[in-house]
């Protein structure tokens, strides 16, 4: 019988993740790893612990490159279902003026803002949240839902109400096989598709 030390349990994965590029600009570099590239790269440091969103998955790239696409120095963003943090932080060092946060797991809120703090962003206030329950009023330029479709079906019908007329709202988290689903759901809330994205059966429209 032989049973592995919780730590090593907990820190063994680190040795595969990397650093990771992501769209033109982005990269995603663990918290223990180094990373020399060009100058003209946006570093976001990482680590999620107990969170979601490492960067590694087709879901949070995806979004992260509309994020590239779409942030500008007037932006202000919203996540639901932040995770480790990891969008807030890539669209606060995009240049968005201010970034909200918001998951219904006080762990991940936990994470999402000790990863805030070591990348020296000043700007993403983290908050609990089911889904927009609790989520600061007002209108944002951008907001992601990097969730699952089920879920996503679930916002669209509220979500209108923290948007303007040209706020983007990038919806990922989201199988090619569902994508019919959540087109559907979009249409029938008065929404209209401007871009999206695949990779490996995951989409981000």
Known sequence: LISLCEDDWANSWKQYYKPIEIGN??????MWEKYEGADDKVIVKMDPGMAFGTGTHENT???ATLLEKYVNSDSEM??????????????SKLGAKECYAYDIDPVAVKVARENVKDNDVTNIECGVSDLLKGVINGEY????????????????P???NYMHSETKLILSGIIDERCDDVYASIGQ??????????ENGWCAI
């Open 189 to 198: 809330n008065g929404f209209k598709i401007v871009d999206e994205i695949h």
């Open 158 to 160: 509220d979500i209108g």
């Open 61 to 63: 790239r995806l979004c």
């Open 25 to 30: 600009r982005l990269v995603v570099v663990p």
């Open 78 to 91: 919203l996540d639901v279902g932040c995770g480790s943090g990891i969008l807030a932080i890539c669209a």
């Open 141 to 156: 330029d951008v907001i992601t839902a990097n969730i699952v479709a089920d879920i996503i079906i679930r916002l669209l």
